[in-house]
């Protein structure tokens, strides 16, 4: 099966005004069809540019300056936008993080729906409003044809948000990328969201780049995650590998500073000190290094190299070790 | 008693908007966005408010503070009604009750310098002279983790985590007894939030602060909280120590609300069970007749709609407004109209004392 999105050593630079950030810094990720591939970090991390590269949405200064981005097969980096366009039209969809902001507030929500057809050609104007209304219909809205006269200014915020997902679904698209599509939500609606995200891919078998700063949407609703910090992927493994036996100790001290319902009440947190580097200054061969608590010499002076097993992998001079890796040990296993 | 005696009493507070008709579009429309809550805070104490977008929460944070008059109902202040008493109480109540924001981008006049704005209480209240006030922000600073160096700097040198700080700094120049902190974290990293709870949970101990956190994220509740409220379109409808909210939850909206936590643990599968709660949360325009969360309660009955369940006692401080609750209460007819006051537990723990009543009378 070919993969749905493939990233290859992606570098993205940024320039504003005379200084130059290099927002993205080489990283490769794949999106086998039907799968979900949660993209998680801090702000500034780079998890949205690299959306963004995707969606051929980078901003006004922003270019990919290396690697290859193919989608469903097509090769998009070095395309004229036309072509490119050509091919992102049909085959992705888009549901940003506030819905308010992404719709038009001047246009019906039906007419806004059925637009990406008119524009593509691909139904005529009836055919484009009952796809619409339908479609309104399977994201959960009730009464859709009804809702489809409405302005989005009617709607509540969750309800704006299905006709986010409404209007990304429209052209029938094999990957979806959806940035923080939850995050301005309730956490009842949020579920409710997340819950129709998971059920859509089911029935249309869709790809999901799922990009969000929340560890828990992360477990619960994606089949592979990349954390990455400070433009680098820092690891990289299917969700049950990954929160079962994670290595890089830049993801340990994120899961460890979530509070949890198992946290002891007045315990104080685990933190990470500091703050996320500024990608225009000084960086340490480890990104991670002047922030973590096991950093040695040897992080400040080489760069990690990507070290991969099966379907897990990480850059890390001194990993976190597994419960696998301490029995191992304490049996004395020879290796 | 004074010793015992709640430092902060709300007490049957309802807060509507839009009943004056200023407006000609909402003539007659009221917003009903808080309607009869009663609780109380603790000295030295936290307790946290939690709910949706539109259930008060907020509106309650700011009559705590002052910041709005209640409809009716009153706020009181080591018994004093803040609304009420002397000039001079008045203005002692509002030293004592501080409010930190949420966004740490917007509540910060970008205009000032940092040093400024964290002077700028001491100068409303008269509080120190004009020398003295550089010293105390500086000081107000290092307590909060900022070096003396940032007073001659703008807000937006700094990060979000640090505004926040910038923020807690303010809130405290008055040495208040009570921070009124509103989704004080929720604007901020992952990795940052940590820092700033831990920064909270010293100063509360270093100062005896007694706080009102106000949050829609119930694992941090969870965590920082003593005493938890929910909050539903302006109800409170349960409220209890932290760990017996969690453990032993009796509203079936709590129950969904911790149900809907996105937990960050490895699950053997990705996890498929129903929606645990239809819909979204009914206009505070019209809110449902009786129990207003039965317009999306998987356990409605008739009776739901007919009758408004009042807060009965299940034990231990734990009190919650439901006709069919996940588990029984100890005292079928007893009404417990002010959670977190000490007589609850008290109550609770002995349902057939004579006592068991209207506490508030």
Known sequence: MATMLEISDLVVDIRSGRSTVRAVDGISLTLDPGRTLGLVGESGCGKSTTGLAVLGLLPAGGKVTRGSIRIDGHEIVGLREAEARAIRGRTVGVVFQDPMTALNPTQRIGAQVAEPLLIHGMANRSAAMKQAVDLLGEVGLSRPAAQAERFPHELSGGMRQRVMIALALICGPKLLVADEPTTALDVTTQDQILQLFDSLQQSRDMSILLITHDMGVVAGHTDEVAVMYAGRLAELATTHRLFGGYRHRYTEALLESIPTLDTPRGQRLATIAGLPPNLGGQLAPCRFAPRCAHAEQVCFDVEPQWSEQGEHGYACHLPRRTDADLMTESAGAPS | ?361
């Not at chain 2, 209640?70 to 202040?77: I, L, Y």
């Not at chain 2, 700028?120 to 004009?130: C, G």
């Open chain 2, 1 to 361: 008693m004074s010793g015992d005696r709640p430092l902060v009493q709300v007490d049957h507070v309802v807060k509507e908007y839009g009943s004056s008709g200023w407006s000609l579009r909402n003539r007659g429309e009221v917003v009903h966005a808080v309607s009869d809550v009663s609780l109380s805070l603790r000295r030295g104490k936290t307790v946290g408010l939690v709910g949706e977008s539109g259930c008060g929460k907020s509106t309650l944070g700011r009559l705590v503070v002052g910041l709005e008059n209640p409809t009716s109902g009153t706020v009181s202040f080591d018994g004093v009604d803040v609304r009420k008493g002397s000039r001079e109480q008045r203005r002692r109540a509002r030293r004592e009750l501080q409010l930190m924001f949420q966004d740490p981008y917007a509540s910060l006049d970008p205009r000032m310098k940092v040093g400024s704005i964290v002077a700028e209480p001491l100068v409303v209240q008269h509080q120190v002279s004009r020398g003295d006030r550089r010293e105390r922000a500086a000081s107000l600073l290092g307590e909060v983790g900022l070096p003396a160096s940032s007073m001659a700097r703008y807000p937006y040198e700094f990060s979000g985590g640090q505004r926040q700080r910038i923020g807690l700094a303010r809130a405290l120049a008055l040495n208040p007894q009570v921070i009124v902190a509103d989704e004080p974290v929720s604007a901020l990293d992952v990795s940052v939030r940590s820092q700033i709870l831990n920064l909270m949970l010293d100063l509360q101990l270093k100062h005896s602060l007694t706080y009102l956190i106000i949050s829609h994220d119930l694992t941090t509740l969870r965590y920082i909280a003593d005493e938890v409220g929910v909050l539903y379109l302006g109800k409170l409808v349960e409220w209890g120590p932290s760990d017996s909210l969690f453990r032993e939850t009796v509203h079936p909206y709590t129950k969904a609300l911790i149900d809907t936590i996105p937990v960050a643990k490895p699950a053997p599968e990705r996890v498929r069970r129903g929606i645990a709660v239809q819909g979204e949360m009914p206009s505070a325009l019209a809110p449902p007749s009786g129990c207003r969360f039965r317009t999306r309660c998987p356990r409605a009955e008739k009776v739901c709609s007919e009758v408004e369940p009042e807060l009965r006692a299940f034990g231990g401080g734990h009190v919650a407004a439901c006709h069919f609750p996940l588990r029984e209460p100890v005292a079928l007819a007893a009404p417990v109209l002010r959670p977190g006051d000490d007589s609850v537990a008290e109550q609770a723990s002995d349902p057939k004392s004579d006592k068991a009543g209207n506490t508030t009378s």
